[in-house]
């Protein structure tokens, strides 16, 4: 699936599901339990970390049953296919929208950049990405193409903010989808419209009077402080080249520690944060009345989709 995104929504969003690499989502082929990382036959599905239990919040039960789906549907077509549906471990800080006024946390953690920029040297290989790895050019074509569909025949939608969000209309995701939610289109409209919506509010926000009038006055703090940039976007970019210039991993992240600080500092005395995230709300709670419609319509989806993954869940129960 491609769509276009705004910078800041970009920065400011985190995929709720831990997925595989190419994705995965139907048929009918064996589901097996096994460990992490355990290797799969092909035409099998291994669920690393085991089913989900009844009680697992939708999102997490609806990303495991499109795996799944998705997944047996993979397997039938001849490849081996591994599902985890728990969200990985990380140490992964906050991702604010408009900044940071959370001094004790930037004093400990910077922007987070540092932490991200440290991956475990024993962290295990994801399988799906190591077996793409090891297919020829020909079957990971395949495997695309299934998984996909034909990039040809494709299911659009475009959102409020000017985003344009497509989908195969024949791969395993789709039947996933299809099989989950019903009608491709609707869902598609819905889901992204609701999971982007960053992309259409942030923009909004940071054109707004009120937040412009907040943003000079943290600019002002920062500037008195020593510290030149045009908002908290452009200050974690600065720190995230630090660790491309700095002469170690500890300069940066004691540059980035400071400059975290100086921002959240600056945004407490000043109210940006508290100014720009209040804005945020009142547009989130203006569109929601607008669109009650559609957001009736999106809970619905989603409680017919619950049901089919229960009843998954009992058929591998």
Not at 260 to 274: L, M, N, P, R, S
Request: hydrophobic share 45%.
């Amino acid at each position: 699936m491609s769509e276009t995104r705004d910078d800041d929504a970009r920065r400011s969003r985190r995929w709720l599901l831990w997925a595989v690499a190419a994705g995965l989502a139907v048929g009918a082929a064996a589901v097996l339990l096994r460990g992490a990382w355990q290797p799969a036959a092909a035409g099998e599905v291994v669920q690393v970390d085991g089913v989900p239990g009844v009680a697992t919040p939708d999102e997490e039960l609806l990303g495991w049953a499109e795996q799944t789906l998705a997944a047996r549907c993979m397997a039938d077509r001849g490849f081996r296919v591994w599902v985890r549906w728990r969200p990985a471990p990380t140490e992964e800080g906050p991702h604010p929208r408009y900044g940071s006024d959370d001094v004790a946390w930037a004093a400990a953690n910077g922007f987070g950049i540092g932490a991200q920029r440290r991956a475990p040297a024993t962290q295990a290989p994801e399988p799906n990405r190591a077996y793409l790895a090891k297919l020829s050019d020909d079957r990971r074509a395949a495997y695309d193409l299934a998984y996909h569909g034909d990039p040809k025949q494709t299911v659009s939608v475009s959102l409020a903010g000017g985003a344009v969000v497509r989908t195969g209309r024949d791969g395993c995701l789709s039947a996933a989808r299809t099989e989950l939610f019903g009608d491709l289109a609707a869902w598609l409209r819905l889901d992204s419209g609701w999971r982007n919506l960053d992309a259409e509010v942030v923009p909004a926000v940071t054109a707004m009077p009120e937040y412009l009038r907040a943003l000079t006055r943290w600019r002002g703090c920062m500037r008195a402080a020593g510290h030149e940039t045009a908002d908290p976007g452009a200050l974690r970019d600065e720190a995230s080249q630090a660790y491309r210039t700095a002469p170690s991993h500890e300069a940066a992240f004691d540059r980035e520690r400071a400059s975290a600080v100086q921002e959240a500092t600056c945004a407490a005395q000043t109210g940006f944060v508290k100014t720009a995230e209040g804005l945020d709300a009142a547009h989130r709670a203006r569109l929601a009345e607008q669109r009650a419609g559609d957001r009736a319509a999106y809970d619905a989806i989603r409680a017919a989709g619950r049901q089919r993954a229960l009843a998954l869940l009992t058929e591998l129960s």
